[in-house]
């Protein structure tokens, strides 16, 4: 909670207004929606598959434009495709996308070396962070090297190196077996500490949501018109044993509950 | 390295085997010399006409890779125009696709009156043979580049060239060395048909004289150099493809 007050005065780090989409000759995925996101604020958008999360994340990151609605990053009133082209927005998506011709180290530096940093300082400063994230001794390995995890780690790292201050995460664990997912939301809970930046964090997963977020935005309906709202009021810094704390259990029932009520068909309660 | 030689041992041994039944069975069997020669008796050949045949193999090794590097320049601009624009997409890339079902062979003869007995007709067969799978394969390459590294690539900042130079070139480069590496092995067949439609030196030229005085030993003594050649530009086109795709090796 107290991060949430702390960076309540200052602008929101996103801020979306009226936005609308649908893809050619299909219902609205999105219609009228609103939302913000704090400085420094980590707030997960909790959702069953197929109702149109990447799409979102792919509007926010500029990769497609809203019907309607506008979509302003940071202080600046940019369009969400200015600030992607300023490379404003850190965008990790769902599959890992390393390139696998490229080494670890000429994998994280790509955001930099887009952003025109040369080629030396961009290795220089991957290698700076490289132990920090656990990936000491990788620099060389190639992707199909690395074990899953490890994959979505420099796949992090790329991200952090080339985007700004809002992070644009899409299930990024999702494809990692039970094991590694938990020790990546660890690793994800460590570096946030560390790096404080704005995270969007995109899930379907509710135990994920509370572990790592300050607040949850829960989309159960199609078209998404509103998110409704749980503030996650655990203390920090977190590690998975907050998942056997009864304040836990408490909010995971009150998101499931809200879950079960929106999905037979008792929609807009706010939790 | 010595793991890669003892790979091959087999398939060497075996080669060896196959000599050796072809020496002795000839031998063995009494089979005439204008049907089977002695594989000891084509050697002698090629040994005692050296010179003769250095001077045919020049030509046709020229041809082929004169022929297959037009092909290889042609069939990779043609990929770019193909992945490039929409339009081609739709029209040039099937029609390349579905020019691999005629039989180039019988293009063949079209080039010898197009271009004439000089090397130009030679090249013109080597072309035919090779522009294609270098084109397909190439197109395909640029086709599997994964399109979220591109989005990904695109909320960085990534610019026309660098999407080309960082994403799309580097993706379409393992579908580009299939291509080379199969027209490499169809250059050397170019070139030897092109010859026999009309020629005065090359490999091809000189099997064909030697067939039409039924000199078998000649005849297997250029086939062989001809595999030979063939083999050659093929593990030529491999080692290149595994210097520049180092990444696929470790």
């Known amino acids: ?77 940019n369009s969400a495709a200015e600030a992607s082209k300023q490379g404003k927005i850190g965008y990790m998506p769902q599959k890992d996308c390393l390139m696998p011709w490229r080494t670890v180290l000429d994998n994280a530096a790509l955001g930099l070396e887009l952003s025109g940093t040369s080629k030396r300082e961009a290795r220089r400063r991957v290698l700076e962070l490289l132990p920090g994230l656990g990936l000491e ?135 | 390295m010595s793991g890669k030689i003892k790979s091959n041992v087999p398939v060497l041994l075996f080669v060896v085997l196959l000599a050796a039944i072809w020496e002795a069975g000839t031998s063995l069997f009494d089979v005439p010399h204008y049907i089977i020669p002695k594989l000891s008796d084509v050697f002698v050949s090629m040994w005692d006409n050296r010179q003769l045949l250095g001077k045919h193999a020049v030509t046709t090794l020229w041809e082929a890779l004169l022929g297959l590097g037009i092909s290889t320049v042609a069939g990779t601009l043609a990929a770019v125009w193909i992945d490039r624009s929409s339009l081609a997409k739709k029209t040039i890339y099937p029609l390349i696709v579905g020019s ?34 270098i084109a397909v394969n190439t197109a395909d390459g640029f086709r599997s580049a994964d399109p979220d590294i591109g989005a990904l690539m695109k909320t960085m900042g990534a610019g026309k060239r660098d999407l080309l ?20 092995a169809f250059s050397v067949g170019g070139a030897t048909l092109g010859e026999w439609l009309g020629g005065e030196s090359g490999l091809g030229v000189y099997t064909k004289r030697a067939s039409n005085m039924l000199r078998a030993d000649a005849v297997f003594s250029g086939v062989l150099l001809l595999s030979a050649m063939g083999i050659l530009l093929f593990l030529a086109a491999l080692w290149l493809e595994k210097a520049v795709l180092s990444y696929r090796r470790s």
């Open chain 2, 165 to 184: 130079l960082k994403w799309k070139i580097p993706s379409a480069l393992p579908g580009f060395f299939t291509g080379l590496k199969m027209a490499a």
């Open chain 1, 137 to 271: 001794g990788t620099e060389r390995k190639y992707p199909h090297e690395l074990s899953g995890g490890m994959r979505q780690r420099v796949s992090f790292l790329r991200s952090l190196l080339g985007g700004g201050e809002l992070f644009l995460l899409d299930e990024p664990f999702s494809a990692l077996d039970a094991m590694t997912r938990v020790s990546m939301q660890e690793w994800l809970l460590q570096v946030w500490e560390q790096h404080r930046k704005t995270i969007l964090f995109i899930t379907h997963d509710v135990d994920e949501a509370l572990l790592l977020s300050d607040r949850v935005l829960v989309a159960a309906e199609s078209p998404i018109t509103t998110l409704s709202e749980l503030n996650v009021t655990l203390p920090r810094p977190r590690s998975y044993e907050a998942a056997l704390d009864p304040a836990f259990i408490g909010l995971k029932r009150q998101l499931l509950e809200h879950l079960g009520r929106t999905v037979s068909g008792r929609a807009g309660v706010t939790v």
């Open chain 1, 1 to 77: 909670m107290a991060d949430l007050t702390r960076s309540s005065q200052e602008a929101p780090a996103l801020s979306v207004r009226g936005l609308s989409f649908s893809f050619p000759g299909q219902p609205h995925l999105f219609k009228e929606l609103s939302f913000d996101i704090k400085q420094g604020e980590f707030v997960s958008i909790l959702a069953a598959s197929g109702i149109g999360k990447t799409t979102l994340f792919r509007m926010l990151a500029g990769l497609l434009i809203p019907q309607a609605g506008t979509i302003t990053i940071g202080t600046q009133e």
């Open chain 2, 100 to 133: 691999q079902t005629i039989p180039i062979i019988v293009l063949s003869p079209i080039m010898v009156m197009w271009f004439g007995y000089e090397i130009w007709s030679k090249i013109a067969v080597v072309i035919l043979f090779t522009f294609f799978s």
